[in-house]
């Protein structure tokens, strides 16, 4: 079995597990181009991806998804919020101000009247249509019921149909070639592949770290990243894996000295926002059990984080179980791929 990490960091996130017979992405948070790149780059062949797993909806999960889900025409596995959160994020919005819509009313009232059959009655008194004009202008304008299409213009393209190799009209940017729904605590497999979602305390619709296991290879892969704090059951997940891709986020004092805001300070530190090297190093020291061959530092911050700070914290936690063969820590890259790690 093999994990490799083409990107990790809030500028983009993006993960191979493979097995001997399965290939799945996890998060593709760069864009379409840059993923195909990273993934020459780490020798792994985009065509052979049998599917996309994603994380949650937050940008630097998802940038290039449709792009990858359509130009490799597989299947994307989330949870059906996550799908939802995702479909709002990328549906375009128009808004139009009081003046714009009465004008919008004003050129459908006039578009009805082209369309509408002539009078036959000859010599039709003036006073009707005029009336006719007011009544109609009273209706619409009477009831603006904000729900009416009239109102929001943002518009709904039908799919394209999914059996055409190149649909002829452009796809609304929420279409997906296939879409599973898989849920949180609910074991599914995907080829030899077998996938234990678990919920994550993170500011998304529903967030989720997975478990991989090959049920051929014996070998467990664990992502845990984009989380607050280690809720008991993230901490019982984690157990028994042998790679774990673990979030080391920022280090406290660079971010509270840091160039944030406070409000954005604030959204990190809570408990729906990202590990701190701390966190991490607590996790390390207390709750895990010391079993993994490789523990892979990810989502560093770049502006509140230094990777000799994280490594140094996670070095610190695990002490002396740190060995040749067992809790070798690694840095993920936010600009590069990592090796590939093979059990
Ligand atoms: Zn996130
Ligand atoms: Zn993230």
Redesign the pocket.
Known sequence: MRMTVLASGSKGNSTVIASAQTRLLVDAGLSGRELFKRMKLADEDPAALDAILIT?E?Q??IAGLATLARRLRIPVFLTEPTHRAWVRMVTPRTTMTYAQWLDHLQQERESRAAAAPPTTESGAPSQTASTSAVRSNTTELGAPCLDSETWDTHAIEPDPDPEEDEPAAKPHPSYLPQVEYFHAGANFSIGDISITPFTIP?D?AD?CGFVFESRSEQVRMAIAT?LGYMPPNVKSALKRVDVLLLESNHDLDMLRDGPYPWPVKQRVLSRVGHLSNHATAEFLARDYDGGATWIVLGHLSEANNAPELALLSAEQALGHRRTLLGNRILLAQQSAPLAPLCL
């Open positions: 949650h937050h630097d999960h993170h998304a967030p984009d």
